[in-house]
C-alpha cells in the first residue's frame, strides 16, 4: 500500500533567527506547535511569535522542549489570550521542565510587570501552569488518534529534550537545542533508535567549531584569576539556571584547589537561584552518572561551599563595585535589563575589571553589541558610559558546533533535513558545508531552511506496513507469500488478521465488517441495471445520501459515485460475500457480453433532442414483473411447472363471503376451516387428490406417497420460477404443513380472486409465452433447462439434499453455500477484493418412481455466480455455451 500525502512546516518563529521558537507542523488534518518562545531583543508584542497566523483552536498539542524563555516564555501567553482554550489541544513537557518554567515565567511576569509591556498577569501564568501535562524521558506519550511522541535526553539545560513524533506514521524529530557533549552535570543528547522522516535540528553555530571542554574551562579559570590578581571584578552574566549551575561547578571546584582565593567572594546574583537548586537536588536522577555517583556518597554537589548569595540589602551594587575584587554570575545573560545590566555598567569605566561572556548572544541585545568592544554605549538612563572594561568571550554555551551538528544529522539519516534556530548567513554556511558532505556520499537528501512564515511542503510517497497477527502469525512467512486477511485501519496504523480472529481484535461481541470495493467501468448506469435485473430479476433503485444507488438483493449497494466508476458496498459474511463476488464478475464482463453489444446497437435517429438515456425504459426479458402482474404471473409460471409433472392443476378459489360455519358443522376446527377458504391448486393424480395452499404454499393430502412428492416438485418450482432476489429474501425452509411460510413473494392473497384457470393458461399458451413454449413438453423443457437459460430460471448455488429413503427434499427455498476460501471476505476500504465463484451444485429432480436424479453436464443449472447474462436465443439471438 502507498499513498502520498504533505506535511507542511511554518516558522512562527526562529526561521532564519535565533529566538522566539515556534514551528508548526501539520500533516492529514493534524496540528503540532513545538515551542513557544519570545524574542530576548524585543519586549511586549513584538518578542512574541507571529501568533495571528494560526488558528490555535485547531491545534492538537504544544510540545515544549526546555525551560529557557527563548523557547517557553510566550506559552501563557496563547494559552490564555488566544483560542487555544477553545480546541482541544494539551500542553506536554518533562517534569524538570514543568518545576523550573514555573519559576521562569514568575520572575518573567514580574519583570514584565514594570512596564506598559506586560503580556499577561500573574493569574494569567497560575491558569497556564495548571493545564500543563508533564512526562518523562522516554515515554510514549499518545496524544490523539494519530498523533503520538516520545522525549529524548537533549542535553543543554536540566529537563531538556527532543521529541521523536508520530503523525499518522509520518516519524519527525524536532531537536530544539540540544548538545552532544557531557559536561559536569548533564547527559548528552541521544541519538533516538528510529530513523524519522523528517529532521528538524538548531543550526546556532552553523559552521564554527567550538574548543574541547578541558580547553575552555582552562582558559576561563585562567582568565578569572588574571583578573583578580589585578584587582578587579569578574562579572559573568548568565541566565538564571542551565549554564549557570556549569559555571558555579567549575569555580567551586577551582576555589577549592586554590587556597589563596578563599578569600575572594562568588556571588550569585538571582532571585532564582535559591529557589531552583531545590529542583536541581529533586531531579539528580536525570543528570549523568558523576553527579549521581556523588550524591549516593551522600555528596550533594549542588551546595556550594565558596558560592554565596548576594545581600539583600538595597543597593548592594555599589558597595560590591566600590568593595574588594570578587566573582559575580548575574542574570539575564543578555544583560538587557537586570543585576547584570546594572552591574556592567558600575564597572564598565574600570580597566581593571573584566566582563567574560560565557554564551551565546542573540543579535540586537548589549552582550552580543559589547563583543566589538566599542569605546562607548549608551546605558538605560540614556546617558553614555565608556566602557574600559576588558570583554572576553568564552562559550559554555550547550548548544552543538558544527562538528557535533553535522555529525549527529548524519546519524539520523532523515530523508529531509530542516534547519532553524540560525541567523540566516550562519545558516546558509551549514546548508552548503551539509549539502557538500551528501553530494560527496552520493545521498540525495533535501535540506531545507525556511524563513518566518514560509511554508515548506514535503510531500512523502512511502509504504505502509501492516502488522499480521493472530492466526496469519502463527507461521512465519517465506519470501513472496502471500498473505490473505483483513486489513484493520485504526487510529493510522494497519493490522491484517485472519477474518475468525476480528472479534479477538475488536473486544466486541459482534463485529459488522463493511466492506467497499471500487472499480472503473466503461458502460452506462442503465446498461449495469439492464444486466443487474437479468441476473437477480429485480433491483432497488433510488438515491442513498445524494448517490445513485441500486440494492441488489437487498445486500449490496451498487453505487455511481463518478461517472465512469462504481462503488459496491455491502455488510460482509459468508453469503453477502457470494452476493457481491457475483455482482462484481458480472459488472466487470457487461462491456465483453453479446447480449450488451445487441442491446447498444438498435437503429436509432440522429436527432440532437435530449434523449439522455435511449435504454432508460429498456427491461430485461428476464425482469421480475411489474407488480400489477407479478401474482397472476408467478401463480402461472408454478402452475406450468406442476402441469409438467403431473397433468392438469386444477385453480381453486374461495367463495367470496361464504359461510365457514357449514365447514365447522363437518367436523373441522377453525384452522382447517379457514384453510379451505384460501386460493389453491389441486393435483389429482388416479384417486388421490393433493392441495397446494397458495398462501401458506404447504400441501396436505389423504396420500402420504403424493403429499411428499407435491411437496419435492414444489420446492423445485419455487426455486425454478423465483429470481434471485426472491430465492434469498424468502431464505428459510420449508418443513411440512406445520412450519407457515410468510413470504409475500410466493403468496396468493385473497384478493386476487379474479384468477381463473383460463387466465392461467392463457398465461402459459403460445400467444403470452415469453419464450414461446405452451404444451406440457415445453414446460418441461423449460424445467429442466432452467438453469441453462440463465434468466427467471436460474439456481443459486445451494447445499441440496439428497431425500432420505426415496423421498424427495421438503426444503423449498436455496441454502447458500458456507465458502471455505476467506479470500472473498478480505477486502477493505479501497483495496482490491479476490473474486471467488460459489461452488457449483447440481440441482435435483424427481424421476417418474419419486427418486432423486441427477442431470448430466449438459442440462446441469449455471451457478449464480457468473459474470455474464445468458439468455436464448428467442429473447437475445444469443448462443448459450456451457
Known sequence: MSDQATLSVTMLGAGQEVGRSCCVLQYRGRTIVCDTGVHPAYSGMASLPFIDDLDWSTVDCILVTHFHLDHAAALTYITEKTNFKDGKGKVYMTHPTKAVHKFMMQDFARMSSSTSDALFSPIDMEMSLLSIIPVSVHQLIQVCPGVSFTPYHAGHVLGACMYLIDIAGLKILYTGDYSREEDRHLVKAELPPIRPDVLIVESTYGVHSLEDRDTKESRFTNLVH??????????????????????????????????ELHNVPIYYASSLAKKCMAVYQTYIHTMNSNIRTRFAKRDNPFVFKHISNVPATRGWEKKIAEGPPCVVLAS????????????????????????????????????????????????????????????????????????????????????????????????GRLRAAMQSKYKERDEDVKIHTPRNLE?????????????????????????????SGLLVAKDYSYTLLDPRDLRDFAGLSTCIVTQRQRLIIGVGWELVRWHLE?????????????????????????????????????????SNDMIADSTLALITGIDKSPASVKLTTTPHSHSHSDDTDAHAHH??????????????????????????????????????????????????DEEEAESANEPSLLVEL??????INLKTLTVTSNHEPLRRRVEAVLDMAITTVSS???????????????????????????DDASLSMEGIQSEAGPSSSSDGLGDKDQSAKESQEAGSSGGEAAVVAMDTDPPANGSSSSSAVPHPVELTSSSSTTATSGSSTPITAPAQETPVLLDENGQASSQSNDEAAVPAAVGAVEEEEEHAGLEVHD
Open 455 to 483: 511554508t515548506l511542503n514535503l510531500s512523502f510517497r512511502g509504504e505502509r506496513v501492516a502488522k499480521a497477527i493472530g492466526t496469519l502469525a502463527d507461521k512465519v512467512p517465506q519470501p513472496n507469500d502471500i498473505l
Open 534 to 574: 437479468g441476473m437477480y430479476g429485480k433491483v432497488e433503485e433510488g438515491l442513498h445520501e445524494g448517490v445513485p444507488t441500486m440494492r441488489v438483493m437487498g445486500v449490496l449497494d451498487v453505487k455511481r459515485t463518478a461517472e465512469h466508476e462504481l462503488t459496491l458496498e455491502w455488510e460482509s459474511n459468508a
Open 332 to 427: 539575564p545573560g543578555f544583560m538587557q535589563v537586570g543585576h547584570s545590566r546594572e552591574l556592567f555598567e558600575l564597572w564598565a569605566p574600570d580597566a581593571r575589571n573584566g566582563l567574560v561572556i560565557t554564551g551565546y548572544s542573540i543579535e540586537g541585545t548589549l552582550a552580543r553589541d559589547i563583543m566589538t568592544e566599542p569605546e562607548e554605549f549608551q546605558g538605560l538612563k540614556g546617558n553614555t558610559i565608556p566602557r574600559k572594561i576588558s570583554v572576553d568571550y568564552i562559550s559554555f554555551s550547550a548548544h552543538v558546533d558544527y562538528a557535533q551538528n553535522s555529525e549527529f544529522i548524519q546519524a539520523v539519516k532523515a530523508q529531509h533535513v530542516v534547519l532553524v534556530h540560525g541567523e540566516q548567513n550562519t545558516m
Open 619 to 668: 427491461r430485461h426479458p428476464h425482469a421480475e414483473p411489474e407488480s400489477d402482474d407479478s401474482s397472476v404471473t408467478r401463480i402461472s409460471r408454478l402452475a406450468m411447472f406442476l402441469e409438467a409433472h403431473f397433468g392438469d392443476v386444477e385453480l381453486h378459489m374461495p367463495e367470496v363471503g361464504g359461510d365457514k360455519e357449514v365447514e365447522k358443522e363437518k367436523g373441522e
Open 724 to 750: 434471485l432476489t426472491e430465492s434469498f429474501v424468502s431464505g428459510k425452509r420449508l418443513g411440512g404443513p406445520e412450519e407457515i411460510h410468510t413470504e409475500k413473494e410466493m403468496s396468493l392473497s385473497a
Open 686 to 691: 388416479d384417486e388421490a387428490v393433493a392441495k
Open 226 to 259: 588574571s583578573i583578580i590578581r589585578r584587582g578587579g571584578h569578574v562579572l559573568l552574566p548568565v541566565f538564571a539556571l542551565g549554564r549557570a549551575q556549569e559555571l558555579l561547578l567549575i569555580l567551586d571546584e577551582y576555589w577549592k584547589k586554590h587556597p
